[in-house]
Protein backbone atom coordinates (compact mmCIF):
# COMPACT_ATOMS: atom_id res chain seq x y z
CA UNK A 1 0.00 0.00 0.00
CA UNK A 2 1.15 3.42 -0.42
CA UNK A 3 -0.61 6.16 1.60
CA UNK A 4 0.04 9.75 -0.76
CA UNK A 5 -0.54 13.29 0.99
CA UNK A 6 -0.94 16.81 -1.43
CA UNK A 7 -0.01 19.90 0.61
CA UNK A 8 0.92 23.51 -0.83
CA UNK A 9 -2.59 24.65 -2.86
CA UNK A 10 -3.81 27.88 -1.92
CA UNK A 11 -4.95 30.97 -3.70
CA UNK A 12 -2.47 33.17 -5.73
CA UNK A 13 -2.79 35.78 -8.60
CA UNK A 14 -2.83 35.28 -12.37
CA UNK A 15 0.91 35.47 -12.69
CA UNK A 16 2.08 33.43 -9.41
CA UNK A 17 3.46 30.79 -8.25
CA UNK A 18 3.05 27.42 -6.34
CA UNK A 19 5.22 24.99 -4.90
CA UNK A 20 2.90 21.65 -4.60
CA UNK A 21 4.22 19.03 -2.30
CA UNK A 22 3.11 15.06 -2.33
CA UNK A 23 4.35 13.18 0.39
CA UNK A 24 4.40 8.88 0.24
CA UNK A 25 4.72 6.34 2.92
CA UNK A 26 4.28 3.04 2.96
CA UNK A 27 6.31 1.84 -0.43
CA UNK A 28 10.06 3.85 -1.86
CA UNK A 29 9.35 5.30 -5.80
CA UNK A 30 11.34 2.30 -6.88
CA UNK A 31 9.42 0.30 -9.84
CA UNK A 32 6.99 3.39 -9.54
CA UNK A 33 5.73 6.12 -11.28
CA UNK A 34 4.12 9.35 -9.61
CA UNK A 35 1.85 11.55 -11.54
CA UNK A 36 -0.11 14.68 -10.86
CA UNK A 37 -3.27 15.01 -11.94
CA UNK A 38 -5.78 18.22 -12.10
CA UNK A 39 -9.72 18.24 -12.27
CA UNK A 40 -11.75 21.45 -12.74
CA UNK A 41 -15.16 21.91 -11.77
CA UNK A 42 -17.27 20.16 -14.40
CA UNK A 43 -14.26 18.69 -16.14
CA UNK A 44 -12.67 15.24 -15.72
CA UNK A 45 -9.72 14.98 -14.78
CA UNK A 46 -6.36 15.47 -16.98
CA UNK A 47 -2.89 14.52 -16.84
CA UNK A 48 -0.62 17.21 -16.02
CA UNK A 49 2.94 16.28 -15.18
CA UNK A 50 4.73 12.39 -14.25
CA UNK A 51 8.28 11.51 -13.22
CA UNK A 52 9.75 8.19 -13.00
CA UNK A 53 10.67 6.94 -9.55
CA UNK A 54 14.21 7.33 -10.04
CA UNK A 55 13.62 10.95 -11.03
CA UNK A 56 15.41 10.07 -14.54
CA UNK A 57 12.12 11.25 -16.89
CA UNK A 58 9.52 13.72 -16.81
CA UNK A 59 6.86 13.84 -19.05
CA UNK A 60 4.43 17.27 -18.94
CA UNK A 61 1.03 18.09 -20.87
CA UNK A 62 1.63 20.41 -23.41
CA UNK A 63 -0.61 23.09 -21.91
CA UNK A 64 1.63 23.37 -18.28
CA UNK A 65 5.53 22.81 -20.30
CA UNK A 66 7.64 25.43 -20.06
CA UNK A 67 5.47 26.78 -16.84
CA UNK A 68 5.19 23.52 -14.51
CA UNK A 69 8.11 21.56 -13.27
CA UNK A 70 8.26 17.86 -11.32
CA UNK A 71 10.37 16.44 -9.51
CA UNK A 72 11.01 13.91 -6.77
CA UNK A 73 13.36 13.73 -3.62
CA UNK A 74 13.63 10.24 -3.04
CA UNK A 75 15.39 10.88 0.97
CA UNK A 76 12.09 12.67 1.65
CA UNK A 77 9.69 10.65 -0.39
CA UNK A 78 7.95 13.85 -1.75
CA UNK A 79 7.35 14.65 -5.32
CA UNK A 80 7.00 18.26 -5.78
CA UNK A 81 5.18 20.38 -8.94
CA UNK A 82 6.53 23.61 -8.92
CA UNK A 83 3.73 26.02 -11.02
CA UNK A 84 4.97 29.25 -12.37
CA UNK A 85 2.70 31.83 -14.31
CA UNK A 86 -0.87 30.65 -13.19
CA UNK A 87 -3.39 31.24 -15.35
CA UNK A 88 -6.62 30.96 -13.96
CA UNK A 89 -7.86 27.96 -16.46
CA UNK A 90 -4.78 26.49 -13.86
CA UNK A 91 -7.13 26.59 -11.09
CA UNK A 92 -8.37 22.66 -10.28
CA UNK A 93 -8.18 20.61 -7.43
CA UNK A 94 -4.66 18.97 -7.89
CA UNK A 95 -4.16 14.94 -7.56
CA UNK A 96 -0.72 12.74 -6.69
CA UNK A 97 -0.90 9.29 -8.25
CA UNK A 98 1.52 6.22 -8.05
CA UNK A 99 1.63 3.75 -11.25
CA UNK A 100 3.66 0.81 -10.68
CA UNK A 101 5.37 -0.21 -13.44
CA UNK A 102 3.23 1.33 -16.11
CA UNK A 103 4.44 3.45 -19.23
CA UNK A 104 1.24 4.96 -19.91
CA UNK A 105 1.51 7.66 -17.76
CA UNK A 106 -0.56 10.23 -19.11
CA UNK A 107 -3.59 8.00 -18.31
CA UNK A 108 -5.31 8.17 -14.74
CA UNK A 109 -6.52 4.20 -14.84
CA UNK A 110 -3.11 3.10 -14.87
CA UNK A 111 -2.21 4.98 -11.52
CA UNK A 112 -3.06 2.51 -8.18
CA UNK A 113 -2.66 4.75 -5.65
CA UNK A 114 -4.54 8.95 -4.99
CA UNK A 115 -3.86 11.34 -2.57
CA UNK A 116 -6.93 13.31 -1.68
CA UNK A 117 -6.21 16.19 -3.50
CA UNK A 118 -5.35 19.87 -2.70
CA UNK A 119 -7.10 22.82 -4.04
CA UNK A 120 -5.00 25.66 -6.64
CA UNK A 121 -7.09 29.08 -7.12
CA UNK A 122 -6.02 31.47 -9.29
CA UNK A 123 -7.70 34.93 -9.28
CA UNK A 124 -7.27 37.45 -11.83
Known amino acids: QVQLVESGGGLVQAGGSLRLSCAAS????????MGWFRQAPGKEREFVAA????????YYADVVKARFTISIDTAKNTVYLQMNSLKREDAAVYYC?????????????????WGQGTQVTVSS
Open 26 to 33: GRTFSGYV
Open 97 to 113: AASYGSTRYRQLQEYEY
Open 51 to 58: ISGGGGST
